[in-house]
């Protein structure tokens, strides 16, 4: 009973001590907000202080925004001093200037321009670097520095930038013996170097006869591969994990069979895919060319009815010459054969009659197949045109400027870069050059506006610049603009080249040579700094194409071939990059082909 009690007793007072922590653990985080809450009074500025930054690197991935600690201590106001953020090797390029209450953008490294601020309040004592759309050649040691003129200090923040590789590309392949096959994972562009898991598909981990190689690029990035021998019985499915941590890590998955192997599963869907649709492919074409060639002879054999029909009537109804027309069997057989003008003919006799040609299109005479004094003659013109019936049939009308499609225009746009040999140019985007408000899509072929939250559009160009340059030669690229499934209309975009350190505004006076569309302008663009309008048309597709040799820039509706227009002056020893732009304010992307 005692022993009870005593246990009773003991449970009674651990309920106490843990209501006590979690009573005071509350009231820790009451002060902690209330702290950071209430504004710091101002503070005497101390004879000297002590900087506190990180005791280690702080980690970012490439891409993403990172803000580098530093703080006065103890904390006082900090406005009227001097902070200054520079590379550990580059004192006199600084990557950010505070001085004088404003930060001095003169002489700032222009690789930070418009990436990065001061943050945390320089009132509270706090002077960090915030640094936009790291690279990884943002690597390395960063030195705070502060001074007042009366004292001074500086320390150094390492940033250590990681940049996530391609997703895996796993190959299966045959082993000798065993029944067994070779399964390789391939992954590229990984900075550090990553570490490599294979796992079947309950999630367990493969660690028999795995093999890994690593290279490393010039610009520093590692290619990883791992290779090992599998089993296609054990799981249904492999999958390859590459990865730098849990949250940084890209996976590839695959079947691990070969195709026409006898497994269990027995042929897969993709396996079957492959052996259709090259025959279901072949099978179309066959056919293609079957109904081309019997609709060609069909028309052949037409035409050559409609010409012995023509032949036929002229020799046995000749059109009278007007001295002719005198007597009454003259005037019986034209009433009983007459030879229509062309005011004469209407819908239904060009249906139902063969048709004889008129003055105008007769063009040579078949001397051999008419008797003389036989052949149809106006005053203007006598002659007859076996070889114009022809051309002249239902199924080769002669077009006049009016009827050319849409066809055609494409013809000759092709026509012209198939005349100067030029290849399209397969082009993404470098995010290195991005604007904050862009968003790429993987591939770097998809380029949107999309508005940070919370910050307005400060930025006067909004755009992206191609991963390649030219300076030679001749180039050209397409870009969609607008999606035939979209209903609504895309309200501004641009495109162009540049060169690569060019500044605004958008002209060519500045390194700018680019098309603009606004929906209440339209079609637009600078000419010596003045907006002039172009063609009143709006392209779903833009080809560009850029001549350096003759120093020419032209743009082209690639659906119609149309020319939209045309640079005739641009010169420059720079090497110039495509540029992109979605607009501002405008959700829909550009798709890059």
């Known amino acids: 009973m005692k022993a009870s009690e005593d246990s009773r007793s003991l449970r009674f007072f651990e309920t106490v001590l843990e209501l006590k922590e979690m009573h005071s653990g509350l009231g820790l985080t009451l002060l902690s907000v209330a702290v950071l809450t209430v504004p710091i009074p101002a503070q005497p500025v101390p004879e000297t202080f002590t900087l506190n930054v990180p005791d ?99 320390t150094c923040v390492v940033l250590a930038v990681s940049v996530i590789g391609s997703q895996p590309v796993i190959s299966v392949a045959e082993a000798r013996g065993g029944g067994q096959v070779n399964v390789t994972c391939s992954s590229e562009g990984w900075s550090p170097q990553p570490k490599v898991t294979w796992r079947n598909k309950e999630g367990t981990e493969i660690t028999n006869g795995q093999e890994v190689q690593n290279t490393t690029d010039s610009q520093g990035l590692v290619s990883v591969s791992s290779w090992l021998l599998f089993s296609p019985s054990e799981s249904d499915w492999l999958s390859c994990i590459v990865f730098l941590s849990d949250e940084w890590k890209t996976e590839g998955r695959i079947l691990p069979v070969l195709p026409g192997g006898d497994y269990k599963k027995g042929f897969t869907v993709n396996q079957v895919l492959l052996v259709v649709l090259p025959v279901l492919f072949l099978v179309i074409i066959i056919c293609a060319l079957c109904f081309i ?225 606004e929906k209440e302008v339209g079609l637009h663009v600078y000419v010596d700094s003045v907006k002039t309008p172009t063609r009143q048309t709006t392209p779903t597709t833009v080809c560009v194409f850029l001549d350096c040799d003759k120093h020419t820039l032209s743009f082209y509706d690639a659906d119609s071939g149309s020319l939209l227009y045309t640079f005739n002056d641009v010169k420059t020893t720079d090497t110039l990059y495509p540029v992109f732009s979605p607009g501002k304010r405008d959700p829909q992307p550009l798709k890059i082909y």
């Open 293 to 517: 060639i019997v609709f060609k002879r069909k028309g052949q054999i037409d035409q050559g009815l409609n010409v012995a029909e023509t032949k036929r009537l002229i020799k046995e109804n000749p059109v009278q010459s007007p001295a002719n027309q005198t007597t009454s069997d003259n005037k019986d057989k034209l009433e009983e054969n007459p030879v229509q003008s062309p005011a004469n003919l209407t819908t239904t006799d060009n249906k139902d009659k063969p048709e004889v040609q008129s003055p105008a299109n007769l063009t040579t005479t078949d001397n051999k197949d008419k008797p003389e004094g036989n052949t149809v003659q106006t005053p203007a013109n006598p002659t007859t045109a076996d070889n114009q019936v022809d051309l002249q049939g239902p199924e080769n009308p002669v077009q006049s400027p009016a009827n050319l499609t849409t066809t055609d225009n494409e013809d000759k746009l092709e026509d012209l870069l198939l005349g100067k040999k030029v290849k399209e140019e397969h082009i993404t985007t470098d995010a290195k050059t991005a604007s904050l408000a862009i968003r790429l899509s993987q591939k770097g072929k998809r380029v949107q506006y999309v508005k940070a939250k919370d910050k307005p559009d400060l930025q006067q160009s909004i755009h992206v610049l191609g991963n390649k340059g030219f300076d030679s030669g001749q180039h050209y690229w397409k870009v969609k603009i607008q999606d035939d499934d979209r209903k609504e209309e895309k309200l501004a975009w641009y495109l162009g080249v540049t060169k690569e350190n060019a500044q605004c505004p958008l002209t060519p006076q500045n390194g700018f040579w680019v098309l603009f569309y």
């Open 56 to 154: 280690g690197p702080i980690s970012s991935k490439s891409g993403s925004s990172i803000s580098l600690l530093c703080q006065v201590s103890p904390t006082f106001n900090i406005e009227p001093f001097e902070v200054k953020w520079y590379r550990f090797d580059e004192v006199n390029k600084p990557t950010l200037w505070y001085k004088d209450h404003k930060i001095q953008e003169a002489i700032m490294d222009p690789r930070f321009k418009g990436r990065v601020s001061l943050t945390g309040g320089l009132e509270r004592g706090i002077a960090s670097l915030r640094l936009e759309r790291v690279t990884l050649e943002d690597s390395g040691e960063f030195v705070c520095y502060i001074n007042n003129n009366n004292w001074y200090e500086k």
